[in-house]
């Protein structure tokens, strides 16, 4: 396979363990060879968080409503990326009943006063769950409007007392491919992980999700908690947590370890950076029809619309270098 052709695999359709292997032969290659280095990809570290930037409680609460239409629950859990239950949209909610959501249990460590490995019950004890409707922007190109239930992450992490030296926060899906036959196939480097940096987990709008329209977390829609980062690509919503650990360095995560120079660390919504296959100017609500999969295209906005919430997190900021 070519170098080009390599490149134009559909990282969203990889299937097979021949395809992965060619893409970790190519990417390898690149890394190599320098001069061909992608932003991003660099190892320089990115610049420290602004030191002022804090908003206000009313600011805050205006990014937990929208006025738009909430995506129906049909669409909601059965349009589903869950790559541990299979890339099709429809498997997730087909294969995820093999996921045993109770007992759960979550553990917390790293960099905190008080680590603890402790049950989901425990973990958000003395949280009301809330409501708030947020917009997911899939990196793919659709989006959803939807109610989700949960608690705010800040409120969970700050009980751990994070130290000085967490600079990060990474997160891990559960591995056990019993569980989750996606694991089978090495579409991704399993466990999935993600991560955010200390003040973007502390920011007001990142949530940790046990429920959606009023009810328990569906297994396909990451049961029993997953993460939501409105402004960010959907990816970066790792479903069924079982570790949170505080880190002192920027955290592998998995889209950006399978394909580094489509996935950067940040990911943050933005119409002005586009992938390297395609444009992010414009997505596509899931329309909610019997007829019809996709409403008309509209403008993606920059930080998927909560700019004037989050903004603040990236002042002087290079966004295409650090996308
Ligand atoms: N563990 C895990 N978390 C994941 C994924 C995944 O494959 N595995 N897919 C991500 C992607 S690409 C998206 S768009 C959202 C989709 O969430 P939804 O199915 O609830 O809409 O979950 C994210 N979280
Ligand atoms: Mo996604």
């Known amino acids: 396979m070519s170098l080009r052709d390599a490149l134009r695999i559909p990282s969203f359709e990889i299937t097979d363990e021949a ?8 990417l390898a290659a690149l890394a ?10 660099s ?18 609460r205006s990014g937990f409503r929208t006025s738009e239409a909430p995506t129906r629950y049909e669409d909601i859990t059965t349009y589903n990326n869950f790559y541990e239950f299979g890339t099709g949209k429809g498997d997730p909610s087909r294969a995820a009943k093999t996921l045993r959501v109770k007992p759960w249990s979550v553990a917390v460590g790293g960099h905190c006063a008080k680590p603890g490995v402790m049950s989901l019950d425990d973990l958000i004890k003395g949280d009301t769950p809330e409501e708030r409707v947020y917009r997911l922007r899939c990196v793919e190109g659709w989006s959803m409007v939807i109610p989700w239930l949960g608690v705010p992450l800040a409120d969970v992490l700050k009980r751990f007392e994070p130290t000085s030296k967490a600079k990060y926060v990474a997160f891990t899906t559960l591995d056990d491919e019993k569980q989750m036959p996606g694991q089978g196939y090495r579409s991704l480097d399993w466990p999935y992980r993600e991560g955010l940096r ?14 959606l329209y009023g ?9 029993p908690l ?13 479903k069924s947590i079982v570790a949170i650990t505080f880190v002192e360095k920027m955290p592998f995560t998995s889209w950006n370890d399978s394909q580094p120079e489509e996935y950067g660390f ?3 919504v933005n119409p002005n950076v586009d992938h390297p296959r395609w444009s992010q100017k414009t997505e596509r609500r899931i329309a909610g029809t019997q007829s019809k999969l996709f409403a008309e295209r509209i403008p993606t906005r920059l930080f998927n619309g ?18």
């Open 306 to 323: 909560y700019a004037d919430q989050v903004a603040g997190l990236y002042a002087g900021m290079n966004l295409r270098q650090w996308f």
């Open 32 to 41: 190599a060879a320098p001069g061909l280095g992608l932003a991003g990809c």
């Open 215 to 223: 009810k328990a977390l569906p297994q396909q829609n990451g049961a």
């Open 19 to 26: 395809v992965y292997r060619d893409r970790r032969r190519v």
């Open 198 to 211: 200390i003040d973007e987990a502390m920011h007001p709008l990142a949530f940790l999700v046990t429920g």
């Open 43 to 60: 190892d320089a570290a990115p610049p420290p968080p602004p030191s002022k930037f804090v908003v206000s409680p009313e600011q805050a």
């Open 226 to 238: 997953r993460l939501v980062v409105p402004w960010k690509y959907g990816f970066k919503g790792i």
């Open 266 to 268: 940040f990911s943050n």
